[in-house]
C-alpha cells in the first residue's frame, strides 16, 4: 500500500484521542493498584465522631476496593494512655490523630514519618491549607509530622442571654487583659446571687499560652521557659483578686467540676463566661439545652496583650507512624481525610475548624450547617486574619505544664499559696 | 439486777431495757435505713438519670425523671457505628467466663501445691507468690505489652485470658491455700490408703471441700474481668473487640459533644449481671471468706 497521510490521520487522531481518553483510567488503575492491603488508624473522640469516622472510611473503602481501614477509635484520656504504650512496644497504628501539645514525646523518639516526600510526591496535597497551618506543623527539625485537619481556637464563651439580662455591656471585638479582667469584675455586681463571672482558667492551658504569648514570649525555648516569672506572678495576681472579688466559681466548687463540657458550671448556668475551645460551643449549648434553657452562648477571641496577638492556635492533626508498613494507603487515605470534599460534608468540621480553606468556604457557604459549627468556622476565619503565635512544645507538656498550672492555680485560688509562691513552684517544676 | 419500779420511763430506757420490741426495732432499723438510703442514693439517682432526657445535666438532686424516656436506652444499645452494644456485653461475657476458667483451673492447682505437697524452695516461692500480690500491675504493662506484642496477640483476647491459666492471681491462690489448709490432713490420708495419688486426691477430695473458696474467687474474677477497664484498653485495638467499660467510654468526649443520657443507660444494665452474680453467690460467699472447709 502506498504511503499516504491522510490516511494515516485519521488512525493516528483515534489514537490520539483513545490515548489520552485512556490516561486518566491508567493512572487510575495504576493508582488502585497501588492501593491495597491494610493500616490501623486510631483517633480520640467519642460516640458522634466515631460514627462519622465509620461512614468516611466506608467511602474511602469504596472507592478503592482492596484496602482496609482499621479503625481504633478511644475517648480522649484513654487513648494517649493507650498510644504511650503502644509507642513504647513499637505498635503505633500507621495513621493516628496527634496534637501539638503532646508530639514531643513521639517526633523526639523518631517514632514519626516525615510527610514531605509524600507531598513531594503529589500523594498528600497542602494545597488549600494555610502555609502558616504547614509551618506550624512542622517539628524542630523541619520534618512535617503532623498534617493539621481541624483547628480548635480558643475562646472566651460567654452567656449573652443572661449578660444581657443582668445589664452587663457584651465583650468589644477588640480588648487588651486589663479590659478583660475589669470586665469579669464589674459583671460580679451585677449578676444574680450564686453566678459568678467565670469559672477556671485552668480548663485548659490555652489562655495562659495567649496571656504569655501576648507579651512577646515563647512559652517554652527548648526546654527551658521563655517567658520571665513576672508575667506569671501577674497571671496569678489577676486570678487572686478576681477569685477575692467574688468574681470567680470558688475553688472547693471548681475542684469538684466535671470534665465534659455538657456537664460544666458554665454549661449548667453558673457562670458567665468561660474559655472553651471554639468547637466545645456545640457541646456547651447542648448542655444549655439539656438544662431546658434557652440562652444563647457566643464566643469572643482572646484579650490581646502588650506586644499584640498571643493566641496560639491548637490543630488537630494526623501523624503518620515511621514504623507504618503501608505508606501509599496511609498518604492516600490522609490526603482523603484532609482534602475530599465528600469526606469534608461528612466530617463536617467535627473535630475543630476544617483547615482545607476550599472546604472551609463550601461549610460556611452551607445553609445547614448548624450554628455552633458556622460559628467555630467564623472563628478560626477570624484567627486567621487576625493572626497567631506558632509553639513549640517539649516532651511531657501535659504534666510539666497543664498539670502544674492546674494544681498551682487551685492552689492560689484556696489561698495556700501566694502569686509569687506559685510561680517560684511553677518554674521549679515546668523545667 | 435493778427493780423495775426504779427504772425510768424514757424511749432510750424501753430500748435498753427491752421493754418495746416495736420501738426497740424501730431504733434500730431507722438508722440502718437512713444509712442503706445515703449508700444507695447515687445508684438511684444514676438509675433515674438514665431515663431522664437531657440526663439531668442540671445536677438536680431528684432521682426522679421529670419526663421519663427510654431513649437513652435505645440510643445507647445502638453502640458504635455497625457494633451495638450488645456486642461489647457479649466481649465481656466471654473475657469473664474465659478468666473465671483460668483462675480456677490454675490457682486451685496451685494453690493445693502450695498446700499439700513438699517440693524445693516451696517457702521461698510461696513468699515470691505473696510479693506478687504488693506490685503494682502497672510496673508490668510495657514488658507484658511488648511480649504479646512480639507474639503477635495484641487485638486478640488471648493476652487478657492466658495469664489467668498460669495463676497470675496471686490472691485468690492464697485464699485456695489457706481454705485447704483448714480441710484436715486425715481425709488426704484416708483416700491415699485407698489408693489416691495427687491428682485423683485433688479432684475427689479437696475440690469438692473447697467449693466456697472457688466460688468466692469466681465472683471476685467475675467483678474484675467485668470491671477491668486497662487491660482491653491496652490489648484490644478494634471496636468489634471492645468491652463494656470501653464500650461507656466512647460515650464521653473531652474534645466534642458526649452522650451522658446513653453512658448513664449503658452503666445501668452493665450492673446488672455484677449484682446477679453477686446475689446469686451471696452464700457461698460468704462461706468462702468465713468459714473453713469442714463443717
Redesign the interface.
Known amino acids: 500500500m502506498p504511503f499516504s497521510m491522510p490516511r494515516l490521520i485519521r488512525p493516528l487522531s483515534l489514537a490520539a484521542l483513545a490515548a489520552s481518553v485512556s490516561i486518566v483510567p491508567l493512572n487510575q488503575a495504576f493508582a488502585q493498584e497501588e492501593l491495597s492491603g491494610s493500616i490501623r488508624f486510631s483517633w480520640y473522640g467519642g460516640q458522634t465522631r466515631n460514627e462519622k469516622i465509620d461512614h468516611m472510611v466506608n467511602l474511602f473503602q469504596k472507592r478503592h476496593p482492596g484496602t482496609t481501614i482499621n479503625q481504633e477509635p478511644l475517648d480522649w484520656p484513654s487513648y494517649w494512655e493507650r498510644l504511650g504504650v503502644q509507642a513504647a512496644g513499637n505498635n503505633l497504628p500507621c495513621l493516628v490523630g496527634m496534637l501539638p501539645f503532646n508530639i514531643a514525646e513521639y517526633a523526639g523518639r523518631g517514632l514519626l514519618a516525615d510527610f514531605q516526600p509524600q507531598i513531594d510526591s503529589g500523594a498528600i496535597s497542602l494545597d488549600e491549607i494555610s502555609p502558616d497551618l504547614v509551618a506550624a506543623s512542622r517539628w524542630s527539625d523541619g520534618k512535617l509530622l503532623m498534617l493539621p485537619y481541624g483547628a480548635a481556637p480558643d475562646t472566651i464563651t460567654y452567656n449573652a442571654t443572661l449578660a444581657e439580662a443582668a445589664g452587663i455591656e457584651p465583650l468589644p471585638e477588640s480588648y487588651d487583659w486589663d479590659a478583660f479582667f475589669d470586665w469579669l469584675l464589674a459583671a460580679q455586681a451585677s449578676l444574680p446571687a450564686d453566678i459568678w463571672a467565670i469559672d477556671s482558667p485552668a480548663n485548659n492551658p490555652d489562655l495562659l499560652l495567649a496571656y504569655i504569648g501576648s507579651h512577646g514570649y515563647k512559652v517554652y525555648e527548648g526546654e527551658t521557659l521563655g517567658f520571665p516569672k513576672e508575667v506569671l506572678v501577674a497571671w496569678f495576681t489577676e486570678w487572686h483578686e478576681l477569685n477575692a472579688g467574688g468574681a470567680m466559681v470558688p475553688a472547693d466548687m471548681l475542684s469538684e467540676e466535671p470534665g465534659a463540657h455538657e456537664l460544666s458550671y458554665f454549661a449548667a448556668g453558673r457562670s458567665l463566661a468561660s474559655q472553651r475551645p471554639a468547637n466545645a460551643l456545640a457541646a456547651l449549648q447542648g448542655g444549655v439545652a439539656a438544662r431546658g434553657s434557652g440562652d444563647i452562648l457566643v464566643t469572643q477571641l482572646y484579650p490581646i496583650g502588650p506586644e499584640g496577638v498571643g493566641d496560639f492556635v491548637p490543630v488537630n492533626s494526623l501523624s503518620m507512624a515511621a514504623s507504618c508498613d503501608n505508606v501509599p494507603l496511609a498518604a492516600a487515605f490522609a490526603d482523603f481525610f484532609l482534602n475530599d470534599p465528600e469526606a469534608g460534608e461528612i466530617f463536617a468540621s467535627d473535630n475543630g475548624a476544617v483547615t482545607n480553606a476550599a472546604l472551609l468556604q463550601s461549610q460556611v457557604n452551607n445553609a445547614d450547617t448548624p450554628a455552633p459549627v458556622r460559628a467555630l468556622l467564623e472563628t478560626f476565619q477570624q484567627v486567621n486574619e487576625r493572626g497567631s503565635v506558632a509553639q513549640t512544645f517539649p516532651a511531657r507538656f501535659q504534666s510539666r505544664f497543664t498539670e502544674v498550672h492546674k494544681r498551682l492555680v487551685m492552689e492560689v485560688l484556696f489561698g495556700s499559696l501566694t502569686p509569687q509562691q506559685a510561680a517560684d513552684t511553677f518554674f521549679t517544676e515546668a523545667e | 439486777m435493778a427493780n423495775a419500779d426504779s427504772r425510768p420511763a424514757g424511749l432510750a430506757q424501753r430500748i435498753l431495757f427491752n421493754e418495746s420490741p416495736i420501738a426497740t426495732r424501730l431504733a434500730r432499723h431507722v438508722p440502718i435505713l437512713l444509712l442503706l438510703g445515703v449508700m444507695l442514693y447515687p445508684v438511684l439517682w444514676l438509675v433515674g438519670a438514665s431515663f431522664s432526657?437531657?440526663?439531668m445535666?442540671?445536677?438536680q438532686l431528684s432521682f426522679l425523671p421529670g419526663d421519663p424516656t427510654i431513649d437513652n436506652y435505645v440510643q445507647g444499645w445502638r453502640g458504635?457505628?455497625?457494633i451495638g452494644f450488645s456486642q461489647y456485653f457479649a466481649n465481656s461475657l466471654l473475657i469473664s467466663i474465659g478468666s473465671i476458667l483460668g483462675n480456677l483451673f490454675s490457682c486451685t492447682m496451685a494453690a493445693y501445691a502450695f498446700a499439700r505437697i513438699e517440693f524445693p524452695l516451696k517457702r521461698i516461692l510461696f513468699a515470691i507468690l505473696l510479693l506478687t500480690i504488693l506490685l503494682p500491675s502497672q510496673v508490668t504493662?510495657?514488658p507484658q505489652?511488648?511480649i504479646f506484642?512480639t507474639l503477635g496477640m495484641?487485638n486478640t483476647y488471648w493476652p487478657l485470658l492466658i495469664p489467668k491459666f498460669t495463676a497470675v492471681d496471686a490472691f485468690y491462690t492464697f485464699l485456695i491455700v489457706q481454705f485447704i489448709r483448714g480441710i484436715p490432713m486425715s481425709l488426704d490420708e484416708a483416700a491415699r490408703i485407698d489408693g489416691c495419688g495427687h491428682l485423683q486426691i485433688f479432684l475427689r477430695v479437696i475440690l469438692p471441700l473447697c467449693a466456697p473458696a472457688l466460688a468466692t474467687t469466681a465472683v471476685f474474677t467475675f467483678i474484675y474481668s467485668w470491671n477491668d477497664?486497662?487491660g482491653p484498653?491496652?490489648y484490644l485495638?478494634?471496636?468489634r473487640l471492645y468491652t463494656v467499660p470501653?464500650g461507656l467510654?466512647?460515650?464521653?468526649?473531652?474534645?466534642?459533644?458526649?452522650?451522658?443520657g446513653?453512658l448513664f443507660a449503658m452503666s445501668v444494665l452493665s450492673l446488672v449481671p455484677l449484682i446477679a452474680v453477686f446475689a446469686a453467690a451471696q452464700r457461698l460467699l460468704t462461706d468462702g471468706i468465713a468459714t473453713t472447709g469442714v463443717k
Open positions: 432526657r437531657g440526663a445535666l442540671g445536677g458504635i457505628g455497625a504493662i510495657i505489652y511488648i506484642n495484641v477497664f486497662l484498653l491496652l485495638n478494634a471496636p470501653l467510654a466512647q460515650f464521653m468526649d473531652a474534645t466534642g459533644t458526649s452522650m451522658v446513653s
